[in-house]
């Protein structure tokens, strides 16, 4: 249990179903979480090529002085040590910085607007940043607390979506739990999706840990989503593709998040995968 | 696509992959060309903004003015952009000692419009760290767009605030010496090259749209041995100006942060109290660089005591205005301060030795600037060439250098770090690089982690141990538990030594019987200089890592003494 999961908490009830999917993943994955409450609106992350500014909605502060003590119980009662991060550095008295040697990230789908704003198909700009610039993964939790009991991945041949895959395996692989592959034909035949899984040696991986890997073969990529389990946690890349791709061609991922409601665990384009 | 792509990695170009250092002057020429932009935007506003309300100045609401200024200042930064406050210089030098230049995007914009609201409606403030926090932030970023590496962005950054300064004085060299000597603290060619570029793009960009004029019109004056040598009094005068300006900045915080009121109403007050004495002492409001022409011209015409009740009353009005939250910079009243100091050490010069003739007023004012920047700053070089480019002033040379270096001196004497510095000083984030500091910063506790000590448990008998070590080649067996693997000791193979020659302790002795229990153990997120430093008081050679009572590896010093020779040498240029 070396791995570490960050969570910034919000003394809320909303907060509090954040905090049970992250311990909820913890345990699967064999991670600990380690809880940041936050006591300014703002703070700073630092990336290794980037330094994102995290503005938190007002209600990460509600009742400050009930939100340790929150945290600790409902960590306690899933048999888990209260771990809390107290900032060691400072950019500006009330700009703390939060060190990012984290190995996964919950977040809600946004944490900089009002809690009303949280649902599906919108993902907050603050978390779209982190996703960008982050060496983890981020873990996009429902907005209320939803246990899994399968992985789905999203493969799409790309650099990410290889990142992703590799993802998914050690989560089954730590897990134990069935892994499904989701892969929407394009120009591309299937056998050259398989011959990018051949040449990253990840034959053996596919053969252990996927039940099943669907191929989605007409374009009408949206109505394919209802095949994935609601009880999957969602694993894919974004940002993989650049902004010009992006604007052009869309996004898969903009897609997938806009219409399911499953627990999502993202890969940006800094990830950095781990086996 | 593919041209996208190319562009976004100007490194992999085969021109740069020839010499890297091409690539850094490319860069510097656009970062200067961008912060001298930036900086000529921001005087020009104030100018606009200083013409504007200049018309109200005879009302006897006039005082309002600063108040409102601050508030709106404030206002659009704790709420419009939510920018965390400050005075920017410091940020900029934290971020290149801690986390390789990197600086937000927003600081490049933010500080320009914050100031501006703040000096251009009277507040006491210059707008130099404003432009400096926005050149750096336009290096950072264009590093960060075209992923350059750290060291290629500390020496954008600076290219940025070499820039600034450069373009908003019309001084490359003052600028080229502020970077280094201030922001980036390192004194080797691969950083000065591209500051010296990048401080000549913003001079020239500034002189392309504003033209080619020195700040304060060039004077001549006629020194004699005795005016070199009564620079010296300058000298703690000044000394005592710049220590007396740094406490009330500092105090002025304090007390701001006591009073129980919003950020902005906090900026109001004290831009409302620079109003009132703007309305007795007019030298208090603004950045004040017409009245710094005025005293070095000899016009300001005062007797001792008011010129005296200036100095006194343009030090409140900057610690009132940066104290109470407005935003800005200490450059430009440093220079007012200074001028004035000047010019009341010189009426005290008449009025004690009236037989000797003394130099002209502007003389003093001169040196007092040096003095005044160079004793802020703790940066003797800037101070220098600084007065030396916005006067034309190089036959003041001899007296300028005399009275900044004293000047430094004493500061340095009562404030061993200067007003930038003093924050970052106390909090320990100033990383100079090939410091111990900066070296042990840079690498962490996961990087230094040793794995390969056999985990042992305390139900093993000294025999089973026994084979352990003939097969180990380390002195250090860490002890888990059977059942929870939760980390309990260790045990040094000195700990078994009395047992080793003894077989018949063999099958009596078990490992929990013999191992530490109170065990010091450090967590993978501490910083590696607190590891060192408990390894020190506690006279440690190795230290066990352990993570929610799991063990996770060991750390020695032989390790960390093994990283520390190559970050030194990478950050020394040796690899």
């Known amino acids: 249990m070396d791995h570490q999961l960050l969570h910034i908490f919000r003394n809320n009830p909303l907060g509090r179903e954040t905090l049970l999917q992250s311990i909820y993943f913890c345990k699967k994955v064999g991670a600990f979480p380690v809880i940041y409450i936050p006591k300014t609106t703002k703070f700073l992350m630092y990336f290794d090529n980037d330094v994102v500014q995290v503005d938190l909605d007002k209600s990460y502060l509600d009742d400050g002085d009930t939100a340790q003590p929150h945290a600790a119980e409902i960590l306690t009662q899933a048999g888990l040590e209260p771990r809390f991060l107290e900032p060691k550095h400072y950019t500006a008295s009330t700009l703390p910085d939060i060190h990012t040697g984290f190995n996964y990230m919950c977040c809600p789908r946004s944490i900089s607007d009002m809690s009303s704003k949280i649902g599906i198909g919108y993902i907050g700009p603050r978390v779209r940043r982190i996703v960008k610039s982050a060496r983890f993964p981020v873990l996009i939790a429902s907005p209320v607390f939803k246990p ?43 056998e050259e999706y398989q011959r990018v899984v051949k040449d990253r040696n990840l034959e053996k991986d596919v053969d252990q840990y996927v039940t099943q890997w669907h191929y989605f073969e007409n374009n009408n990529f949206e109505n394919h989503l209802y095949e994935v389990p609601h009880d999957a946690l969602v694993i894919l890349g974004a940002y993989g593709h650049g902004v010009i791709k992006h604007m052009v061609v869309g996004s898969k991922w903009e897609t997938i998040q806009e219409t399911l409601g499953n627990n999502l665990l993202v890969v940006g384009p800094n990830f950095v995968a781990w086996r | 696509m593919r041209i996208l792509r190319w562009w976004r990695y100007p490194g992999n170009w085969p021109i740069f992959r020839f010499d890297d250092r091409l690539l850094l002057i490319l860069m510097a020429v656009i970062v200067g060309i961008f912060s001298g932009l930036s900086s000529v935007v921001l005087n020009r506003s104030l100018l606009i903004m200083s013409e504007w309300l200049h018309r109200y100045q005879h009302f006897w609401w006039f005082f309002a003015l600063p108040a409102a200024g601050a508030a709106l200042s404030s206002l659009f930064l704790e709420k419009v952009v939510r920018e965390g406050a400050g005075h920017g210089v410091p940020e900029v030098i934290y971020s290149v000692s801690r986390y390789g230049g990197l600086l937000r995007l927003r600081s490049s914009v933010t500080r320009l419009v914050s100031s501006c609201l ?119 005068l000044s000394a005592a100006a710049t220590i007396l300006q740094t406490r009330m900045l500092r105090s002025m915080h304090t007390i701001s942060h006591k009073v129980p009121a919003p950020m902005w109403v906090r900026a109001a007050i004290g831009g409302c109290m620079v109003g009132i004495i703007g309305l007795y002492l007019p030298v208090v409001l603004g950045e004040g660089y017409h009245w710094t022409e005025i005293l070095i011209e000899g016009r300001y015409g005062q007797i001792l005591t008011i010129v005296a009740l200036a100095s006194f009353a343009k030090i409140a009005a900057t610690a009132l205005t940066l104290g109470w939250g407005g935003s800005g910079g200490i450059f430009a009243p440093c220079l007012v301060i200074g001028s004035l100091v000047g010019v009341t050490y010189h009426h005290l010069l008449v009025l004690f030795w009236p037989s000797i003739s003394w130099v002209n007023e502007g003389y003093y004012a001169l040196l007092g600037m040096a003095g005044l920047i160079s004793g802020m700053l703790q940066a003797p070089l800037t101070g220098i060439f600084l007065i030396v480019e916005i006067t034309g002033g190089w036959q003041v040379i001899v007296p300028l250098i005399i009275v900044s270096v004293v000047t430094t001196t004493i500061c340095h004497y009562f404030e061993p770090a200067s007003y930038y510095l003093k924050d970052l000083v106390d909090h ?96 993978p997120d501490d910083d590696v200089l607190d590891v060192v430093r408990k390894m020190d008081v506690k006279g440690l050679y190795s230290i066990p890592v352990v993570v929610n009572h799991k063990y996770l590896g060991l750390i020695s010093k032989a390790t960390i003494l093994d990283q520390y020779r190559k970050e030194l040498m990478v950050q020394c240029h040796l690899l």
């Open chain 1, 148 to 190: 899994w009991n399968s992985i789905a991945v999203f493969f799409g041949g790309s650099v990410n979506a290889v990142k992703a895959l590799r993802l998914g395996f050690h989560i089954a692989r730590v897990s134990g739990l069935p892994l499904e592959i989701f892969t929407q034909i394009g120009k591309s035949s299937k």
């Open chain 2, 428 to 523: 320990g984030h100033l990383l100079r690089p090939g410091t111990d500091e900066r070296i042990l910063s840079d690498l962490n506790v996961t990087e230094l982690l040793e794995q390969d000590c056999v985990t042992v448990h305390p139900s093993m008998l000294l025999r089973d141990f026994v084979d352990i070590i003939k097969h180990s080649h380390r002195n250090y067996f860490p002890v888990e538990d059977e059942k929870t693997g939760d980390f309990l000791g260790i045990v040094h193979l000195d700990d078994i030594r009395p047992y080793l020659f003894d077989p018949v302790m063999y099958d009596t002795v078990f490992l929990g019987q013999i191992m530490r229990t109170q065990v010091e153990v450090v967590h």
């Open chain 2, 118 to 236: 703040t000096i251009g409606s009277g507040g006491s403030a210059g707008p130099e760290a404003p432009v400096v926090i926005s050149g750096a932030a336009i290096g950072s970023n264009i590093a960060k767009y075209f992923s350059l590496n750290d060291r290629q962005r500390v020496a954008l950054v600076g290219c940025g605030a070499g820039g600034a300064i450069a373009s908003i004085f019309n001084a490359p060299i003052a600028g080229m010496v502020f970077a280094v000597e201030v922001i980036v603290g390192e004194w080797k060619s691969v950083n000065i090259v591209p500051i010296a570029i990048a401080s000549v793009a913003g001079a020239e960009i500034c002189r392309l749209l504003q033209g080619n004029q020195i700040p304060f019109g060039h004077h001549v004056f006629k020194i004699d041995f005795l005016n070199i040598v009564a620079s010296l009094g300058l000298a703690v």
